[in-house]
């Protein structure tokens, strides 16, 4: 490592006077405003303070800690002022990612797993992101923090952010430190009041790289993506997983670089929005023979897509969606024999509460401990500290498993390409390849299909959101108005069963989550499902879930959105989302 810059001259801390600022409340997700909000005097400082003044203190004092993220419009300037405000609330060393840039999987995994030349091991990072929300200038920002574990703050953490933010008075800063060079590699030495502050700026993949390939068959899927018949498609939306894609899917696994689709992290995204998906991710979806207009150019066997910060994913075969439902399903239901690292059999899965139940009935059908939790990936990581979980996923295009405390968009892939090439090892010289699809739909001949689309209402008044919310939990209290608007909606649907608002209480620390989403369970197994999310920057999203499953095997070859249309049209009339919302259709469909 090499030494880029040395200090003998004490730095001096600073105590600089603030005041509360509002709005300061990370959710599950962190922080998320606009950079305009980000910019104004003493924000951020307040919001960094807060979170050192909400930790023990031997978590912060004498502490190593991580500070890097997608590498979004504000993040160099935010990087300079955590490491002074880091330096000055006596924190040992700071690890930085090379230009700033680690993935949110990535900083997990680097918590979890890099040890310093010293034997230093980080306590915790903060995490410059807004995930899949759009960046530049006039758009999205963020910053959270996660823990030892590698994991989110969890709410007990949070809780004492927000209401320090609502009492600071002032904060401290090392402001005569000089920035740091976070384009070169090797480490910053300096002096300061309580001693030596250091700051280490590293190869943002060597640490990932080396824990996917402890993971994986890097060989196997090294022959796949050599044979002439499969072909291959990564689009990373200008977002962070681009400083990954390189050396993962052409350096190590030898992919063509044309495989790679805007894999240059650009810091508004390259005027994007990196959210996976078929509306957003346009030219993977046009390249895959999915957009509207048919091309006359083949398409690739796979393709896949990240989000801004690379802890998303979307996967993609030839003319075919899969369902993130459907793909941490039939990840659990291979990785045996598929994936190394779960060789010696799975500990449990989960899933969040909005993600369709394909997974519940691999669980029930391998005999597996199952969990159903709320929105946030927090709620994972406590069942996999606990060794109960080993696989897990959201329906928000977010799936993951033990080796670190985060989602993981690239890991993802990685695990559709070892399900892949262990099901076409032996016929990669044959006439035909085993498909995305073919895999999709061998899945459900044997576990059933579980129809399932997401309606997001996105910037909707938050007033009329909430308002909507609140109709939904009056109504529930009479199941008999709810199968009255159900029948005069769709006279084919189903009765509901079961109406309430979704509770968890946590198996591991006994702690209590409520109002975590509006359920009508159906006779036949169908459901809906209303949440407000906690992802956007301003206004409110209205997230609509929509899922009807189907046990007979010839009747699960069906368009989704034609096999749900009688329960959209439910959903609709039971929420009068027309009247709450002004909104006669949904901003993105999934």
Not at 73 to 86: G, H, R, V
Not at 123 to 131: D, P, V
Not at 135 to 150: A, L, Q, R
Not at 529 to 548: C, D, H, K, M, N
Request: glycine share 8%; net charge negative; aromatic share 10%.
């Amino acid at each position: 490592m090499v030494v880029v810059e040395s200090k003998e001259m004490v730095f001096k801390v600073s105590k600089v006077s603030t005041t509360p600022i509002d709005g300061q409340k990370p959710g599950t997700s962190g922080l998320r405003k606009k950079v305009k909000v980000f910019i104004q005097p003493h924000y951020l400082q307040n919001f960094v303070q807060s979170t050192f003044n909400a930790l023990t203190p031997e978590k912060v004092r004498g502490a190593t800690l991580v500070v890097s993220g997608d590498g979004r419009y504000f993040s160099k300037d935010a990087i300079q002022i955590i490491i002074k405000m880091s330096a000055a609330n006596g924190v040992r060393r700071v690890w930085v990612g090379q230009n700033g840039l680690l993935s949110t999987p990535a900083v997990s995994a680097v918590i979890r797993e890099r040890v310093g030349v010293d034997g230093s091991k980080a306590t915790g990072a903060f995490i410059l992101t807004a995930s899949h929300n759009p960046g530049g200038p006039h758009e999205d920002f963020g910053i959270k923090y996660n823990m030892e574990n590698g994991g989110p703050a969890p709410e007990a953490i949070t809780d004492k952010i927000f209401e320090n933010t609502k009492t600071i008075t002032e904060y401290l800063i090392a402001e005569d430190l000089p920035n740091i060079d976070i384009s070169t590699i090797g480490v910053a030495n300096f002096s300061g009041p309580e001693g030596q502050f250091d700051v280490e700026v590293f190869d943002s993949a060597s640490d990932y790289v080396k824990l996917m390939k402890s993971i994986f068959d890097f060989e196997l899927i090294r022959k796949l993506l050599s044979s002439s018949k499969f072909t291959f498609c990564y689009d990373a939306l200008h977002g962070v997983a681009g400083a990954y894609a390189h050396r993962i899917f052409v350096e190590e696994l030898g992919a063509q670089e044309s495989s790679l689709l805007n894999c240059v992290p650009k810091e508004d995204f390259g005027g994007g929005h990196p959210d996976p998906n078929l509306t957003y991710a346009k030219e993977l979806v046009a390249r895959m023979g999915l957009g509207k207009s048919d091309s006359a150019v083949d398409p690739p066997e796979f393709g896949a897509a990240a989000d801004g910060d690379a802890d998303r994913n979307m996967i993609l075969g030839k003319r075919f969606f899969v369902t993130p439902s459907d793909s941490v399903a039939i990840i659990a239901a291979n990785a045996v024999n598929a994936i190394p690292y779960f060789s010696s059999g799975l500990k449990g899965v989960a899933r969040s509460m909005p993600t369709s139940a394909a997974l519940d009935v691999v669980a029930k059908n391998l005999n597996l401990k199952f969990f159903e939790v709320p929105t946030g990936w927090k709620f994972f990581g406590n069942l996999m500290d606990a060794g109960l979980c080993s696989i897990c996923g959201e329906e928000s295009f977010g799936t993951g498993s033990d080796h670190i405390r985060e989602k993981d968009g690239i890991w993802a892939v990685l695990a559709w390409l070892s399900i892949l090439a262990f099901k076409n090892k032996e016929n990669l010289n044959g006439d035909k390849l085993v498909t995305v699809e073919d895999i999709v739909r061998q899945h459900w001949a044997i576990y059933g299909r579980h129809y399932y689309t997401r309606y997001d209402y996105e910037n909707v008044d938050a007033g009329a959101a909430n308002d909507l919310m609140a109709y939904l939990v009056k109504l529930q209290s009479s199941l008999d108005e709810i199968n009255s608007s159900v029948k005069g909606a769709h006279s084919n649907v189903s009765n509901v069963v079961n109406a309430d608002e979704f509770e968890y209480k946590d198996p591991v620390d006994g702690s209590v989550s409520k109002h975590q989403g509006i359920r009508f369970l159906f006779e036949d197994g169908s459901r809906l499902v209303f949440r407000l999310s906690g992802t956007g920057s301003e206004g409110a999203t209205i997230r609509l879930y929509i899922e009807q499953y189907e046990k007979d095997s010839s009747k699960t070859g069906r368009d989704s959105q034609e096999a749900l249309a009688p329960l959209v049209e439910v959903a609709l009339k039971l929420s009068k989302m027309l009247e709450f919302t002004g909104r006669s259709a949904p901003t993105v469909i999934t």
